[in-house]
């Protein structure tokens, strides 16, 4: 009898040892699996991460050439301005009937200024008339800070 007991408790120690290790196996094995999900986590955590500092770069760009377009616009409005105050300073029509000929030909090129002008806007490149003029005005009176940026209206 004492035998069995003893045979049921080495079976019993046995049994507690067996599953033991197949409980410890298992923990092994999930930790490796939570080891590799940290690892992906970190890898997308990363990505993400020069994902925003990409977006951070993008908006400064943005920000950029939004800031350069206002600066242009404004010395657009500037030359339309300039352009406004040309024609109120003067009664054009009484002028174009007393003399028709003169008025003809300061609409004309006041007209292929203006295409001219629009041509610039648009991205055309300068013509060598404008390259060699000493100053913007000379080249184009409409425009003069579409042929030199840096050009400022004396007015």
């Not at 990505?47 to 800031?67: G, H, P, W, Y």
């Not at 030359?79 to 174009?96: E, I, M």
């Amino acid at each position: 009898m004492f035998a069995s007991i003893r045979l049921i408790l080495i079976l019993v120690i046995v049994g507690i040892v067996a599953v033991g290790g197949w409980y410890v196996m298992n923990l092994k094995a999930d930790l490796a699996i939570s080891e590799n999900n940290n690892a992906k986590l970190q890898d997308g955590i990363k990505e993400q991460q020069a994902l925003l500092d990409s977006i951070q770069k993008d908006i400064t760009q943005i920000q950029e050439a939004n800031k350069q377009l206002q600066q242009q616009n404004e010395k657009q409005k500037q030359d339309v301005n300039a352009l406004t105050s040309k024609f109120d300073k003067r009664d054009f029509g009484a002028f174009a009937y007393q003399k028709p000929e003169v008025a003809e030909k300061l609409i004309n090129r006041g007209t292929e200024n203006a295409i001219r002008c629009l041509e610039l806007a648009a991205g055309a490149p300068l013509n060598e008339k404008e390259k060699a003029a000493k100053t913007p005005s000379e080249a184009n009176r409409e425009c003069p800070s579409l042929i030199n940026p840096s050009y400022s209206n004396p007015n």
